[in-house]
């Protein structure tokens, strides 16, 4: 669970609570005059159905499901998949290619399985690496397919903001000559650009970061599977490969695992 993407939220929630209730000197009745039903059916509401012009159900329903990744991301540590080539690397130097097969029929991850099958049934390493290659970018657009989403409802937001503005702003200037309608349309007009000011920035937009960030980072994963695969495949000394994948990994990462 990433405690950050909840307290993000959670925070943010308080936050904005807070600020209202200190700008109306802590009356609890402040909040309920920025809670307003036909803004959030114009900005969320409004933002669903472009939505669902612009894409398929399928990927909007895709990039809904993307969610469980910001709240619950993946355990991805390319220091941890160095180790486990490593390990297979002197699995195969003292007993031989064949004997990863075995090894392979027991993993988790299937990525890495697949690889190590490919190697195993001696493929030729050029084709070995178009297959494992063609699989990392399709993955990549995988990715990228499910993070629009969220990056179209980033941009879709703030302008149904606008769309509910120009709504309230209608209905005051209709009601000119009655000086009780004026106040609650005007409100009704701000609330719901701050609605969509708030979509896009609190939650899409953030989503949409945590999504690509996460997406790198397991792409990352697997380019260390390939070369480290790879250079099994090759025969390369484990100590050989250990070094070059290191390469792979950040200053700070590289000395943790150098300590560990």
Known sequence: MDI????????????????????????????????DAPSVMIVIGGSMCSLMIGYPMQRIISGLKALKKVFSPPDLDPSEAITNIIN??????????????????????????????????????????????????????????????????????????????????????HNMDDPNAVGPAMAVALITTMYGSLMANWVSIPFANKLKMLGGDEVLMKSVLIEGMLSIQAGENPRIIEEKLKSFLSPAMRQDKEEG
């Open 88 to 173: 297979l690397a002197n699995l195969a130097r003292k007993e031989g290619i064949l004997a990863l097969e075995e090894t392979a029929r027991n993993m988790e991850d299937k990525f890495l399985q697949k690889g190590i099958m490919l190697i195993v049934d001696g493929t030729d390493p050029e084709l070995t690496r178009n297959i494992l290659e063609t699989e990392l970018s399709y993955l990549e657009m995988r990715h990228a397919s499910s993070r629009s989403v969220w990056d179209m409802a980033a941009a879709l937001s703030p302008a149904w903001g606008m769309v509910g503005t120009v709504v309230g702003l209608v209905n005051m200037l």
């Open 4 to 35: 950050g993407s909840i307290l993000g939220l959670v925070l943010g929630l308080v936050f904005i609570v807070l600020s209202i209730l200190i700008s109306a000197n802590f009356d609890v009745l402040a909040v309920l005059r920025f809670v």
